[in-house]
């Protein structure tokens, strides 16, 4: 408000000193005087109107912007370090209100805490002789090996907010984004070799190109020695490979092998290629394939998410902006 009258009275001045002589002539002053003085007064109610209007309009518009600004910008890296590449639901349901779900929301509580300390940790909730046997469950979080400490609590934090919506009522979940993992089951499975496949993606081919053959077999045998996480290269060939924490050295070794085979044998020529067993991963890319589409293999649960997610904060933000235009216009 002081500053609307501030205004005001700049307005006013700017009237009496620039607008009024304009208006007045020697030959006609009393009338040119009277007209003058209508003028002043017309004009400085229009201008009051249009610089109120002009203030609370800004005012107001200005906070749903920042908001627009902000989901934009938070968006766009939000999709870049949590990219949704698979999940897993079972097909026994259990029921709400059940055990097993009071059970499963204190372990998906404990996975979001633990990850702002660690980026892996395993859970066993119930398996007592208090707890009915429905109301077990098991579960395990990893996060990348190279991901800092507060990336890997807001990537688990982003699947746990999505496996419910994913997987609704299901006993078992499991969800990969590109930087983190989150599994739960109702039966152990824990540190069980599991080397079924459950993602491929593979880009276009590499054609008679006997050095990318060569760099891209080097990559992949130095990943099938990781232990937990490992990065290599060979000339512009790069690739990275990772176990879950619980399995032991040996069976790492198994189903880093197990998933090598599967980059050769399914993906081929590729220039670059994914492949995600239940409890490991392989990777490579030539360089300048890492963000590279797969027409054969895409992933349709990826893309209803993508959508759904989308479609709820457009609409989130169409209300809240139409809303705000209405009370402008009353």
Known sequence: MREFKKNQKAITHYLTRTITPQFKTKQNETKESIFSKKQRKEMLRSLQLYSSSKTILALRLSPIFIILFSLITYNGCFVKARIFIYAGCSQEKYDPNSPYEANRNSLLASVVSSSSQTAYN?????????????????GLYQCRGDLQTTDCSRCIESVVNQIGLVCPYCYGASLQLEGCYVRYEHIDFLGKLDTSLRYKKCSTHVNNDVEFYKRRDDVLADLQ???????????????????????????????????VANLKN??????????FLAQCYARYWASGYYDYSDSSNEDQVGKTVAIIVGVLAAVAVLIVFLSICRRVMD
């Open 122 to 138: 395993s859970f066993v909730i119930g398996n007592g002789t208090s707890t009915p046997p429905e109301a077990n469950i098991y």
């Open 266 to 275: 399914l993906c081929g020529s590729s220039a670059a290629a994914d492949v």
């Open 225 to 259: 020695t990781a232990i937990g996480f490992k990065v290599s290269s060979s000339g512009l060939v790069e690739g990275f490979a990772q176990c879950l924490a619980d399995l032991s050295p040996t069976d790492c070794t198994t189903c880093l092998a197990e998933s």
